[in-house]
């Protein structure tokens, strides 16, 4: 037997492991590993990337993608602003973009320029003309002031066209500019399966010299997805980058990402994935060692000064197994809309343009009249020419890759805010709209033009005063959340193709791929895959090792525990992955030990089977299907012995069967024989009873064993009322077709009570059969009827067990024959549910004429009797000894008026027949 089992065990074991090995099994692997991750405990949040995303709102606010370069240009020099650790693009520049125009100085400062140039020329003219005209100026000065003049109109005229055609921008090579200022930002790297060709063909040198990174390869290690060639972005914006990583991620059979290459080889070049390269530029440039199944990163240093090696472990293709957050890319990380900085750069603008607007306006006419506003002209002239010098060191930042002409100009830019701030202070829209009135007042004839310019002011005053606040917030805001943070830029907005699958969403933006990257390695926070070899060694060990030791149990015990021993398996592994990050993927022993569990059993049952089909045929004609089933689960029932149950026995007997077998002959008899005991068989088994045997017509059957049955009273009552009910049937068809000569009546005894149940005979034949005091009265109830001239009888323990269930008559209490105990009979009528009304209206009368005759006034009870005998003759009850029991207590009545019994009488019937 344990031979037959360790060779059961071991076949399982060796035809799935070899279907593992060659990735059968794999598919369904990923799903396994999909469901436990929804196990995993939540990492915590580092706080270390934020996403810079490109969405609807940015969308809406800059117009349709691809944007003009320009606009990320300046998103770079708002990450160097707010010292944002790196900036990682997983946005592709391969293709050269558009030229593209200075919008913000087009729409603002060209205009302002035009106004100033224009405003001096007119100043100067003004000047002039009113010099010539006052006699201030000799006729032999004419022409030196005229040249003069001429002078400053070709100035302006120059310096017009030359910041006219500023307006238009090479935006390739302004965002280069600002990749090089910010100095710390990753550019793309896609990695081709085909070879390129032509100008892009030419990248690969570029790449390979700035962006090849040094990794120590074991022999065995993977060297990747067996991609040749690579294609990073444009040489302007590639010179310009701090570095540069793949974006190409692994896609499972079933379009899931589980899984990320960390480095991979092209050209004997290794290349890091777009978000690793940027974390090994943080770490300090570490040495890199790539075995088969580990990445170790040695001595990475961190900001608080230590260092320490980091094992990434990796599958056995060279793969980092991704641990996904449960929450979607939304909720996952800290995000800001790229529409955050265009506004940010829209109301510095209009800051700029309304305070040099306001410093056009005519405040010098309000400040003559309050000593107080002799300060804002002073103000407004600085702030232009801070805004100018902001842009001018601005230029040459871009220019020349300088950080000191980028803080100065932070410093002007941020000294305007500051004076604007000063401006707002001074109140002066409250103070110059009083001055209005007064001056109204004092000016009747200029009152209008004094209130206009009054309230112009005013409204400058107000914009300036939201737009700081709102600028002063947007920036306070960007600032806490960027500084030192590795930020991501990449398209989120629902026109975006860039998404795929993760084990939790179906779809998921693809740039999030790179925050769970970095967050795992910098938390550490690893899936650990147990290699495929120790899948097989321990699959082997386990399951011929539970073949053996279940080898003796019983089949369902034995076949259970390998079921649960599978839950226990699955279980284990979930909470092995849960704690300690190890993916042992329980497939392998499931399939294994499921498939010979079940071929173990196949071969019991097959073996077994044969028995089973001869207990049906030998027990299924005269027990219930559950008893037969109850008798095949467990074979030992069959043993000889039995157990004391209490139950309720049914005995039955055709009247006068004797007379009608006479007058047949024997194939006729057998025939007639075999038509109502399979009738009344039917009965008994459609009430899960059990049937003992058959003794000629009679039937002798039982309920409560070996099924226990809690009702079991009840199904044997109302199996008696049933029988009865198809008697009227059968005989409609026995007397038709001529099968008997007379119609076969039935009597009916039941009884409850402690019975003993099992098999009683030797061990070459037995018989599963009752016994008991409780069954001798059942068989003596059956042949009291004859006496009452009643068709069912049962005793009152039977009754007491049913409830209100059944229509029921109750008689003496009677000793019967070998039973001394007395016991109280009741004539079963129908069940309460289709007792008809006549019925019940004899049982009503019937019991009110008894407990007359009980209490001895026998003159009542007689009359009672007579009215009970009129129902009982209109139901045309046909009696089975020629009176029902209303015409026996009638004649019972009518005698002990005449002859009462003995004072001593305790009213029961000792029966002398069976």
Not at 98 to 126: K, T
Not at 259 to 266: D, E, G, H, S
């Amino acid at each position: 037997m344990n031979r037959k089992n360790i060779f059961i065990g071991l076949g399982s074991a060796v035809l799935f492991t070899t279907l593992y090995f060659l990735g059968f099994l794999n598919s369904l692997g990923d799903q396994v590993y999909d469901v436990f991750l929804r196990f995993r405990p939540e990492r915590k949040d580092l706080n270390a990337i934020v996403f810079l995303d490109v969405d609807d709102n940015a969308i809406a606010y800059n117009g349709v993608f691809p944007w003009p370069r320009s606009i990320p240009a300046e998103g770079l020099l708002r990450l160097k602003e707010y010292g944002a650790l790196a900036a990682v693009f997983d946005i592709e520049y391969i293709d050269h973009g558009p030229q593209g125009i200075d919008s913000l100085y087009l729409n603002q400062g060209l205009g302002n320029d035009f106004d100033r140039s224009f405003s001096e020329i007119n100043s100067a003219a003004q000047d002039i003309f009113s010099a010539l005209s006052a006699g201030r100026i000799r006729q032999n000065d004419i022409e030196y002031y005229g040249g003069s003049f001429i002078e400053l109109i070709n100035s302006e005229h120059k310096n017009l066209y030359a910041r006219a055609k500023g307006v238009a921008r090479d935006n390739d090579r302004y965002l280069a500019q600002a990749i090089a200022l910010f100095g710390s930002t990753w550019s793309t790297l896609n990695l081709r399966e085909y070879p390129l060709d032509g100008e892009q063909a030419e990248r690969r040198p570029i790449a390979e010299e700035l962006f090849a990174y040094p990794v120590k390869t074991a022999g065995d290690a993977h060297l990747g997805a067996g991609f040749i060639d690579i294609l990073p972005a444009l040489p302007l914006f590639v010179q310009a980058a701090k570095g540069a990583g793949f974006t190409n991620v692994e896609i499972d059979n079933d379009g899931v990402r589980r899984r990320v290459y960390l480095a991979q080889n092209i050209h004997d070049h290794w290349y890091l994935q777009l978000s690793f390269a940027p974390l090994i530029n943080f770490l300090g440039m570490p040495e890199i060692e790539l075995e088969k199944k580990k990445m170790i990163v040695r001595q990475a240093l961190f900001p608080d000064g230590s260092s320490k090696d980091i094992v990434i472990p990796l599958d056995h293709q060279g793969r980092m197994l991704l641990d996904w957050p449960k929450t979607d890319y939304q909720d996952t990380y800290s995000h800001i809309s790229f529409a955050q900085f265009s506004l940010l750069d829209d109301i510095e603008a209009e800051l700029e343009m309304y305070s040099r607007a306001l410093a056009s306006a005519d405040l010098k006419f309000f400040a003559q009249f309050d000593s107080t506003l002799n300060r804002i002209p002073f103000i407004l002239n600085n702030l232009g020419a801070l805004f100018d010098a902001a842009h001018e060191a601005k230029n040459l930042a871009m220019e020349h890759t300088s950080d000191g002409y980028f803080n100065d100009y932070l410093q002007y830019r941020n000294q305007a805010f500051f004076m604007i701030d000063e401006l707002i202070s001074l109140d002066i829209d409250s103070k110059i709209q009083e001055l209005a009135v007064l001056l109204g007042e004092e000016y009747p004839e200029s009152a209008g033009v004094i209130e206009d310019e009054a309230h112009y002011i005013a409204q400058l005053v107000d914009i300036l005063k939201i737009n700081l606040d709102r600028r002063n917030e947007l920036n306070a805001s960007n600032d806490a959340m960027l500084r030192g943070k590795f930020c991501i830029l990449g398209r989120v907005d629902t026109g975006t193709t860039d998404y795929g699958a993760n084990p939790f969403y179906g779809k998921y933006i693809n740039v999030g791929t790179h925050g769970v990257v970095l967050d795992m390695i910098l938390s550490e926070s690893f899936i650990v895959p147990v290699e495929m070899h120790w899948h097989a060694v321990f699959t082997l060990i386990f399951v011929v090792l539970f073949f053996l030791l279940s080898a003796n149990l019983s089949p369902v015990i034995r076949a259970s525990s390998g079921f649960l021993v599978t839950v226990v398996v699955i279980a284990a592994s979930a909470l092995l992955f849960r704690f300690t990050g190890y993916f042992f993927s329980p497939l392998l022993v499931i399939f294994t030990l499921i498939t010979a569990v079940i071929v173990r059993e196949i071969i019991a049952y097959a073996g077994s089977e044969r028995e089973k089909q001869f207990i049906r045929k030998a027990f299924s004609t005269y027990v219930s299907h559950d008893v037969v089933k109850e008798i095949i689960s467990d074979p030992s029932r069959l043993q000889l012995g039995g157990s004391k149950r209490h139950m309720s026995a049914v005995f039955t007997d055709v009247k006068g069967f004797s007379s009608i077998s006479e007058k047949l002959d024997p194939e006729h008899l057998v025939s007639l024989l075999n038509l109502y005991l399979s009738a009344m068989s039917d009965v008994v088994l459609l009430e899960k009873g059990t049937i003992d045997k058959y003794e000629g017509d009679a039937i002798i059957a039982f309920w409560g064993a070996p099924i226990e049955l809690s009702d079991h009273a009840v199904r044997a009552c109302v199996s008696a009322i049933q029988m009865k009910k198809i008697e009227n049937e059968l005989n409609f068809k026995i007397l038709a077709d001529n099968l008997s000569p007379t119609p076969l009546l039935t009597r009916v005894g039941i009884n409850t009570g402690s019975m003993v149940a099992g098999n009683m005979g030797t061990g070459n034949k037995m018989n599963y059969t009752i016994m008991g005091n409780a069954v001798n009265l059942a068989a003596r109830l059956e042949g009291v009827n004859k006496q009452y001239g009643t068709w069912i009888l049962a005793s009152e323990p039977t009754i007491q067990e049913t409830g209100n269930l059944l229509l029921t008559r109750k008689l003496d209490r009677v000793r019967v024959v070998g039973i001394n105990e007395p016991v109280r009979l009741h004539e079963l009528l129908n069940t309460a549910e289709d007792a008809s009304e006549e019925e019940k209206k004899l049982v009503t009368v019937f019991h009110q004429a008894l407990t007359l005759f009980e209490s001895r006034n026998w003159k009542d009870s007689a009359q009672g009797f007579r009215e009970a005998l009129v129902i009982e003759k209109s139901l045309k009850r046909e009696p089975s000894a020629g009176a029902g029991p209303s015409a026996k207590y009638l004649e019972r009545s009518v005698n002990f008026i005449s002859t009462p019994p003995a004072d001593n009488w305790d009213g029961v019937y000792s029966l002398t027949e069976k």
